[in-house]
């Protein structure tokens, strides 16, 4: 998990002088971006302060001194909650284990009436898919057992597919792109939930086992993810480009349903040749 501390300094080191129209008179300077003490005066708190702060020995920090960092560093919304998040954690944090996620049935509802023509699935917290429909299923996981999401245990978990899954890696034809995403976004909600420790598991299973992953969060990127397109070569039907779009769910907000939709023709007839498939597998096995 990630502290108030080294966020800031991450971000510190990001922003140069001269972003923020700072004159160095030429002077030699032995940090990346800011100092402290340039950061401080800048967002009109004292060094002292900041660097306390930095340190992880203030106990507060309120939300103007915040806002007026994220200003200072030209953090972008996502950034300034993600910000205002850390800020509110306890210096030591304890971890907890979180009850099993289960799907809301208006969720199911929801799946349920979109059908099998548009690939759909819902992750949780941790990026679990707690469920899918077969398309979805057909077209991401096939090499993976449909009714997986139903046991809580071996539910299957995108950040580790994308990371030490080789079948799912070498699937994405822009699979940096999507990674880094991942990593940006699995960054934000440990910053929602510091004690969650099936999270923090997650992550340090994937620092320990991905050098990809490893190197990824330590740029200290942190973002949202709602829209954007994923470039596939699938084992059964070829080139396949969607669009995937982020459904939020109020009854349950740690949730996400995913949509995804083709972006050309030839992507439609691959999507629709996967549907055909899987409503014929399925007939067949309620024939069974």
Same mark, same amino acid.
């Given at each position: !998990?990630?502290?108030?501390?080294?966020? +800031?300094?991450?971000? &510190?080191?990001?922003?140069?002088?001269?972003?923020?129209?700072?004159?160095?008179?030429? $002077?030699?300077?032995?940090?990346?971006?800011?100092? &402290?003490?340039?950061?401080?005066?800048?967002?009109?708190?004292?060094?002292?302060?900041?660097?306390?702060?930095?340190?992880? @020995?203030?106990?507060?920090?309120?939300?103007?001194?915040?806002?007026?960092?994220?200003?200072?560093?030209? /953090?972008?919304?996502?950034?300034?909650?993600?910000?205002?998040?850390?800020?509110?954690?306890?210096?030591?944090?304890? /971890?907890?284990?979180?009850? %099993?996620?289960?799907? #809301?049935?208006?969720? +199911?509802?929801?799946?349920?009436?979109?059908?099998?023509?548009?690939?759909?699935?819902? +992750?949780?917290?941790?990026?679990?898919?707690?469920?899918?429909?077969? $398309?979805?299923?057909?077209?991401?996981?096939? #090499?993976?057992?449909?009714?997986?999401?139903?046991?809580?245990? @071996?539910?299957?978990?995108?950040? &580790?597919?994308?990371?030490?899954? %080789?079948?799912?890696?070498? !699937?994405?034809?822009?699979?940096?792109?999507?990674?880094?995403?991942?990593?940006?976004?699995?960054?934000?909600?440990?910053?929602?939930?510091?004690?969650d420790a099936r999270?923090?598991?997650?992550?340090?299973?994937?620092?320990?086992?991905?050098?990809?992953f490893a190197t990824?969060?330590? $740029?200290?990127?942190?973002?949202?993810? $709602?829209?954007?397109?994923?470039?596939?070569? #699938?084992?059964?039907?070829?080139?396949?480009?969607?669009?995937?779009?982020?459904?939020? @769910?109020?009854?349950?907000?740690?949730?996400?349903?995913?949509?995804?939709?083709?972006?050309d023709s030839t992507?439609?007839?691959?999507? &629709?040749? +996967?549907?055909?498939?899987?409503?014929?597998?399925? *007939?067949?096995?309620? *024939?069974?």
């Open positions: !998990m990630e502290s108030l501390g080294t966020f +800031l300094k991450n971000r &510190r080191d990001r922003v140069t002088p001269a972003e923020i129209g700072l004159r160095t008179y030429g $002077t030699s300077r032995r940090v990346p971006g800011l100092r &402290r003490e340039e950061l401080a005066q800048l967002a009109g708190v004292s060094a002292g302060y900041y660097t306390r702060l930095e340190q992880g @020995q203030a106990e507060t920090a309120s939300e103007q001194v915040l806002d007026a960092l994220a200003r200072v560093l030209k /953090l972008d919304p996502v950034e300034t909650a993600h910000l205002h998040n850390l800020a509110r954690q306890s210096t030591n944090p304890g /971890l907890s284990e979180p009850p %099993p996620e289960e799907p #809301h049935p208006r969720v +199911l509802t929801l799946l349920e009436s979109l059908g099998e023509t548009v690939p759909a699935l819902l +992750l949780g917290r941790r990026g679990d898919v707690l469920t899918w429909n077969r $398309t979805a299923h057909a077209l991401f996981a096939e #090499h993976l057992s449909y009714d997986a999401p139903r046991d809580p245990q @071996q539910r299957p978990s995108i950040p &580790r597919m994308f990371f030490l899954d %080789p079948h799912t890696r070498g !699937m994405y034809r822009n699979w940096h792109e999507l990674a880094r995403v991942h990593v940006a976004y699995l960054r934000l909600t440990a910053g929602r939930y510091p004690t999270l923090a598991g997650l992550i340090g299973e994937l620092t320990m086992r991905s050098d990809d990824m969060w330590a $740029t200290g990127d942190v973002s949202d993810c $709602t829209v954007g397109a994923m470039h596939l070569q #699938h084992p059964t039907v070829g080139t396949v480009n969607v669009d995937y779009q982020v459904w939020l @769910q109020p009854d349950s907000p740690d949730h996400r349903v995913e949509i995804y939709t083709a972006n992507s439609s007839d691959a999507v &629709r040749v +996967l549907t055909q498939h899987t409503s014929r597998a399925e *007939r067949a096995a309620e *024939r069974a």
